[in-house]
């Protein structure tokens, strides 16, 4: 089976470090490959994620859908 | 290893089914047994998904934290 890719946006944030840490841990990798991003640090990766629907971070975009996880910090504080 | 025990609350808005479909594929299950509960119907869970901080619904309580993933329903709109 092939694996489904996931990406994690943050920015480093509190909200952010305590859904990644759940994110990381209950996520079944056995069907996931998990990429995490930094979007504080790799800006360039900022159009990508506004592309997939990303609001605000924390977000997980996994299957063509795309999770907020709580509230960390809007996209457009990032730029 | 002893499983964590996750409870996914919901109500049964499209918001919510598109998460509870990300969460029930891709919730490791080797590590997670996930409770559903609709808060629509089972009314007598809602002191317990409040204390435990859930907002809105959906919402994920795993591991002591709650992730609020995206936005249906304010839990005080299901009393």
Redesign the interface.
Known sequence: MNK?S?VFYHAGCPVCL??E??IT????????NLEVVHLGTAKNRLPEAEAAGVKSVPALV??G???????GAALSALK
């Open positions: 489904t996931a305590d859904a840490s759940a841990r209950y996520l079944d990798p056995t069907t996931i996994v299957g859908q795309t999770l907020h996880l709580n509230f």
